[in-house]
Structures are given as structure tokens and as C-alpha cells.
């Protein structure tokens, strides 16, 4: 018998009307996604039709601040639903799609965020993954009643921390501490309960947790960012890594670098899923495809575009700048962010004017950009995947509904066709279907 073939795994990101900036007026979005239910629904369901491992739901605990000339163009955290809630419904329409939803270690209080993902986990019968972030957005601050925002160094470390003391209160039982016997009238074992006493230097949390281990042990933890903090935090803590890299080779070398730390942390290298971001037109006709970018480019107001720059590069000050003239030298940054690294490769890549930078950045910012019919985009997957440079894709259609639509429609066939992506799900939780272990208690 043949021996399989290495498997593609799949995430679909879903970003309301869509990762472009302009997606809003693409006319097969939905124009109200931020707070239209039935469409995250119906999302969920072309996904798993899809075969999809599970969707993924960035968020930021405030709404985007800056140019409101350019930002009334463009409707990114202004409505949009928390990510736990609306995968709650979601669950309730799907079978065997993941949901990973991101939550801040700086905002968000330990025990609270334990119980939440608890809570999906047995919402979903072991579909439930936890995307750690630390949150730069200063505007974020003010929200919790803080003036002062904490360093990059101080946030990783209270990350650290904060991961730990969570997986810890997800632990707070064992996995046959509720036996709920009428007859002996029994409900639960005191002698499998475990209080977490943690005392840290950023979290004081007793414990337990008031809800029973979660089907899966730990919902799924995943982690983006590329810095050496974050790479670190990743190989530690993450059982998949979201990378935003625009070449096959430095994804390769993060691939290496991330795995190889994994190992240095006492960890098998496929205990850790690295999967690059795909920005994706796909269309039945590589001019058809070029054609809804073109449009999507036709939209982007000038007043955005330069909003794209400033966010870009950590919102530095670019003043009025020429859209049509080359993009300044003195304002590429030279900092060690992952932000700034992207940027500087990107003009590496593509020396021009500031419209052409910004026509760049409006899909899915510094994310491989995949335009074509489903032969062309399957095979660039198929590269990255063969080449190690991916485990599997976290895919940012341009447009939603549609592009995941034609996405699902399109290319998922012809990944089928090639052996290297699933026709049924292997397993009844988002880790079996990943192909990853259910983590033992602490206390086992």
C-alpha cells in the first residue's frame, strides 16, 4: 500500500467583510459582517464543507485609533462581534470545524479567560483553541483603566506567566474527578480537585477553576509573531504558530528555527503546527482573478492607504506624503518589530511609490498574496507545504462570503485531487484532527 501523503492543514480567518481594506465594497461581501450573525454562521458551515481544521477570529479590545478621515473608509474593530461568543452560536451549527478565538494576556483576567475557553471546549464537544496575544494597540490601555502601557519585554514575561497559570486552573480536575453517582450519591472526588495557589510576580490566582477539565486537556493554543520574544513564547507554549512571512524562504527559516526551539524546550518538533497566512484571490480564470484585484485596488480611498503605512510601522508620524512619488528612506524604520521587519522586507521586494506600498499592504498587509485560477493557487500551497515551509495555511480571502465560497469550491478540490488534503475528518476534536496529542495533567 502506498504510503499517504504528507496532509495540508487548514484554517480559514475570518475578518468580517474580508482582508482587503476596500472588501467592504466588493459586491459579494456582506456589508453589515461586524454584527451580522448569520453570517459567521453560514461561514462555519461553507468552511466544514470545506473540510476545514477550524476558523480563526483575530480581535483587539478597543477600536483603532487615528486619521478618522481615513478610518470612517475603513471598518476594521469598529463593529465586530467578541470572538468567543459568536463561536458559541457557531458551534451549536457545525460538527467538527475548530474555533480559535484571540484574548489578550494583558487585559484579560487569568481565571476569567481559563473558564471562558473551558466553557467552548465542552460548547463544542473538544473544538476550542485559544490564540495568545500580548496587545500593542496602546488605545487599548485606556479601556482598562490604565495610563501607562507595559514594554514588550514586560509583556512576554507576564505571557509566560499568564499561559502557565492558565493551563494550570484548566487542570484544576482530573479527568474522572465527577463520577455524578445517584446511587452512592457521590458527585464529585474531593481528592481529584487541585487549587492552583499560584503567586507570581504579575498573577495571584487560588483556584480551581468551577469547571471540569476541558475535553481536549487544553483547548489548542496557537501564537503569532516572529520576534525573538515571540519565537520563544511560540516553541514554549504554542501548538501552532501563525506566521505572516512574504517569501518561502524566510518562512522556511522560521519553520526551522521555531521547530528547532521547540525541541531545545523538551518538545517533539509535530508538537507544533507552523502555518503561514494566505491572502487569496482565487477565481475559475487567472483573469477573472486579476480582475476583482484590480477592482478591489480601484477602491482603496488614498487617505486609507496612507492609514495602511501608519499602522504598518508601529503609527509613527508619515505626514502628507506623494501617493506617486517613491516611498521615503528616512521613514523606513529600523527597529527589531515584527512589524518594521515585514516593512523593510516588503520595500526590499518592491522599491516604489507610496501607492504601490500601500496596494501591497491592502490585503492581509505583509501575507503572501495568492491571485489565480484554483491550478495556480494549489500549486503555491503545494511548494510551501512540500518545501517545509508550512504545516498548513491560515487562509485570508480578499472578500467574504464570496472568497471563501470560491476558495472551498474551487481550490479544496483540486487539493483533494492531489492527495494532500483530507476528503473526511479523521477525528472529533480540533487536536485529533490536527494530528495532535491531548496534553496529560500537570497533576497526573
Same mark, same amino acid.
Given at each position: 500500500m502506498a504510503e499517504q501523503k504528507r496532509q495540508i492543514k487548514l484554517a480559514a480567518h475570518i475578518h468580517a467583510t474580508g482582508h482587503h481594506v476596500a472588501a467592504w465594497l466588493h459586491p459579494?461581501?456582506?456589508?453589515?459582517?461586524?454584527?451580522?450573525?448569520?453570517?459567521?454562521?453560514?461561514?462555519?458551515?461553507?468552511?466544514?464543507?470545506?473540510?476545514?481544521?477550524?476558523?480563526?477570529?483575530?480581535?483587539?479590545?478597543?477600536?483603532?485609533?487615528?486619521?478618522?478621515?481615513?478610518?470612517?473608509?475603513?471598518?476594521?474593530?469598529?463593529?465586530?462581534?467578541?470572538?468567543?461568543?459568536?463561536?458559541?452560536?457557531?458551534?451549536?451549527?457545525? !460538527?467538527?470545524?475548530?474555533?480559535?478565538?484571540?484574548?489578550?494576556?494583558? %487585559?484579560?483576567?487569568?481565571?476569567?479567560?481559563?473558564? %471562558?475557553f473551558a466553557s467552548l471546549?465542552?460548547?463544542?464537544?473538544?473544538?476550542?483553541?485559544?490564540?495568545?496575544?500580548?496587545?500593542?494597540?496602546? !488605545?487599548?490601555?485606556?479601556?482598562?483603566?490604565?495610563?501607562?502601557?507595559?514594554?514588550?519585554?514586560?509583556?512576554?514575561?507576564?505571557?509566560?506567566?499568564?499561559?502557565?497559570?492558565?493551563?494550570?486552573?484548566?487542570?484544576?480536575?482530573?479527568?474522572?474527578?465527577f463520577p455524578r453517582d445517584r446511587e452512592s450519591g457521590i458527585y464529585?472526588?474531593?481528592?481529584?480537585?487541585?487549587?492552583?495557589?499560584?503567586?507570581?510576580?504579575?498573577?495571584?490566582?487560588?483556584?480551581?477553576?468551577?469547571?471540569?477539565?476541558?475535553?481536549?486537556?487544553?483547548?489548542?493554543?496557537?501564537q503569532a509573531g516572529t520576534s525573538e520574544d515571540g519565537k520563544n513564547l511560540a516553541a514554549t507554549i504554542a501548538d501552532m504558530v501563525f506566521l505572516m512571512e512574504m517569501s518561502l524562504d524566510s518562512a522556511k527559516r522560521i519553520y526551522k528555527d521555531v521547530k528547532e526551539r521547540a525541541v531545545k524546550f523538551g518538545r517533539q518538533p509535530e508538537d507544533l503546527l507552523v502555518t503561514p497566512g494566505m491572502a487569496t484571490i482565487v477565481c475559475k480564470t487567472a483573469d477573472e482573478a486579476k480582475r476583482q484585484h484590480e477592482f478591489l485596488?480601484?477602491?482603496?480611498?488614498?487617505?486609507?492607504?496612507?492609514?495602511?503605512?501608519?499602522?504598518?510601522?508601529?503609527?509613527?508620524?508619515?505626514?502628507?506624503?506623494?501617493?506617486?512619488?517613491? %516611498?521615503?528612506?528616512?521613514?523606513?524604520p529600523t527597529d527589531d518589530s515584527t512589524h518594521s521587519r515585514r516593512t523593510r522586507e516588503l520595500l526590499a521586494q518592491n522599491p516604489g511609490t507610496v501607492r504601490e506600498m500601500y496596494e501591497r499592504m491592502s490585503v492581509a498587509r505583509t501575507a503572501p498574496l495568492l491571485i489565480g485560477d484554483p491550478i495556480q493557487v494549489a500549486d503555491q500551497l503545494q511548494q510551501w507545504h512540500e518545501e517545509r515551509g508550512a504545516d498548513g495555511f491560515i487562509i485570508q480571502p480578499a472578500y467574504l462570503p464570496g472568497g471563501l465560497d470560491d476558495f472551498v469550491d474551487l481550490v479544496v478540490p483540486e487539493l483533494q485531487r492531489r492527495g494532500i488534503y483530507r476528503t473526511e475528518y479523521e477525528g472529533t476534536t480540533l487536536r485529533e484532527n490536527l494530528g495532535l496529542r491531548r496534553p496529560a495533567s500537570v497533576y497526573a
Open positions: 459579494r461581501s456582506q456589508i453589515d459582517a461586524g454584527r451580522n450573525a448569520k453570517h459567521y454562521l453560514s461561514m462555519a458551515q461553507t468552511a466544514e464543507r470545506g473540510k476545514f481544521d477550524l476558523m480563526f477570529l483575530a480581535d483587539s479590545p478597543g477600536i483603532r485609533e487615528g486619521n478618522l478621515n481615513a478610518l470612517r473608509r475603513w471598518p476594521q474593530y469598529n463593529t465586530y462581534f467578541e470572538p468567543l461568543t459568536i463561536f458559541s452560536a457557531m458551534a451549536a451549527v457545525t !460538527e467538527h470545524i475548530g474555533f480559535v478565538a484571540t484574548a489578550s494576556t494583558t %487585559f484579560m483576567e487569568a481565571y476569567n479567560l481559563a473558564r %471562558f471546549d465542552h460548547i463544542s464537544e473538544g473544538r476550542a483553541g485559544w490564540n495568545v496575544v500580548t496587545t500593542a494597540a496602546k !488605545e487599548a490601555a485606556a479601556n482598562f483603566g490604565k495610563d501607562e502601557f507595559m514594554s514588550h519585554a514586560e509583556r512576554y514575561a507576564r505571557a509566560h506567566e499568564y499561559v502557565d497559570v492558565v493551563k494550570g486552573l484548566w487542570d484544576s480536575w482530573d479527568d474522572d474527578a464529585f472526588d474531593p481528592d481529584k480537585m487541585h487549587r492552583l495557589n499560584h503567586k507570581g510576580k504579575f498573577l495571584n490566582v487560588a483556584g480551581p477553576l468551577n469547571m471540569e477539565r476541558p475535553p481536549q486537556g487544553h483547548p489548542l493554543i496557537v485596488l480601484s477602491k482603496i480611498h488614498p487617505e486609507v492607504g496612507l492609514e495602511i503605512i501608519r499602522t504598518q510601522m508601529n503609527y509613527v508620524d508619515i505626514g502628507k506624503l506623494d501617493i506617486d512619488r517613491p %516611498f521615503p528612506k528616512e521613514l523606513i
